[in-house]
């Protein structure tokens, strides 16, 4: 099985622009969550979704939006973009169902802002 | 809310050695997760370790242990026969038992394994 895919991998835009980061699940995964990994303030929750929906949310303000997709792939989307949102992004997959199922993470989109 | 604290910003061993890395978490809870997530220089991270709260045995995967002491609410990883490879970002992570599966990190330890 493939693993989780992001894209890009690297991204660099300027203060003030929009980017959207794209995540691709494990096959027959159907809950994609997304966390932002900074020096300052580590590794932080920011969304999860599931069958189309938003479960949960983090801290973050309105910038920070995603969907997910019939095929459960997964967007993130910052809108006016400012420094502190250089950062690595991280999406991670689960399979349904159950009290657990571990979540498998991506290699990460290392977002710089200019 | 949960907290997780990783009080050992860096450590290094020599290769072979045994290394201890510490977390201590902070919750109300009491059915709920932990986990030690490996991340290399490569950026991508690897789950080494899980342990339920509801168990009392600790949590062993080949030379990965953990110490789960739920009462003092610590959860320390033990890296026995140390290799190379092992260099990393050791996150230890929380996560509640129900509700929203989100993990909450701890801000990580740096672990060098020396030649």
């Known amino acids: 099985k493939a693993g989780v895919t992001q894209t890009p991998r690297y991204l660099i835009k300027t203060r003030g622009q929009q980017v959207t980061l794209s995540c691709s699940p494990i096959s027959g995964h159907r809950s994609v969550s997304w966390y932002q990994q900074t020096p300052g303030q580590g590794l932080q929750f920011l969304f999860e979704y599931f069958s189309e929906t938003q479960r949960n949310k983090g801290n973050f303000p309105g910038r920070f939006s995603g969907r997910q997709f019939s095929n459960s792939r997964s967007e993130m989307n910052v809108s006016t973009l400012e420094l502190g949102d250089s950062a690595l992004y991280l999406c991670?997959?689960?399979?349904?169902?159950?009290?657990?199922?571990?979540?498998?993470f991506g290699p990460g989109t290392r977002l710089t802002v200019l | 809310a949960q907290t997780v604290t990783q009080s050992q910003p860096e450590m290094s061993v020599q290769e072979a050695e045994t290394v201890t890395l510490s977390c201590t978490y902070d919750?109300?809870?009491?059915?709920?997760?932990l986990f030690w997530y490996k991340q290399p220089p490569s950026r991508q991270m690897i789950l080494v370790i899980r342990q339920e709260a509801y168990k009392q045995q600790n949590a062993t995967e080949n030379r990965f242990s953990v110490n789960f002491q739920k009462a003092a609410k610590s959860f320390s990883l033990k890296i026995s026969d140390s290799q190379l490879g092992d260099t990393a970002m050791y996150f230890c992570?929380?996560?509640?038992?129900?509700?929203?599966?989100?993990?909450?990190f701890g801000q990580g330890t740096r672990l060098t394994i020396n030649p």
């Open positions: 991670a997959s689960r399979a349904a169902g159950g009290s657990y199922n571990e979540q498998f």
């Open positions: 992570a929380f996560m509640s038992f129900q509700g929203a599966q989100k993990l909450v």
């Open positions: 919750t109300s809870e009491s059915n709920y997760y």
